[in-house]
């Protein structure tokens, strides 16, 4: 969703990389609820919604991505081989 590395998340969380691959395995033994609200955290302010169930309609819990103020990206007729990328 982020398009980010592990060692990203490990750094703005402050949770080890070996510890957060362990989670990712369902085997992060060693994973306190201290380790789980710091990514968590870590998360949110990188732009993911942790939606609980109901929160967006009918189903399920579940993660969406927050909405990006003040960037709507070119309309298409702003579009020219002068700001081509």
């Given at each position: 969703?982020?398009?980010?590395?592990?060692?990203?998340?490990g750094?703005?969380?402050?949770?080890p990389?070996?510890?957060?691959?362990?989670?990712?395995?369902?085997?992060?033994?060693?994973?306190?609820?201290?380790?789980?609200?710091?990514?968590?955290?870590?998360?949110?302010?990188?732009g993911?919604?942790?939606?609980?169930p109901?929160?967006?309609?009918?189903?399920?819990?579940?993660?969406?991505?927050a909405?990006?103020?003040?960037?709507?990206?070119?309309?298409?007729?702003?579009?020219?081989?002068?700001?081509?990328?």
């Amino acid at each position: 969703m982020l398009d980010i590395t592990i060692d990203r998340l490990g750094q703005e969380s402050g949770v080890p990389v070996l510890l957060i691959l362990q989670i990712e395995a369902s085997n992060g033994y060693d994973a306190t609820p201290q380790h789980h609200a710091a990514l968590k955290t870590a998360l949110e302010r990188m732009g993911v919604v942790f939606l609980q169930p109901g929160d967006a309609g009918p189903g399920g819990e579940g993660l969406r991505l927050a909405a990006q103020a003040g960037d709507d990206g070119m309309r298409p007729e702003e579009l020219t081989a002068a700001n081509d990328d």
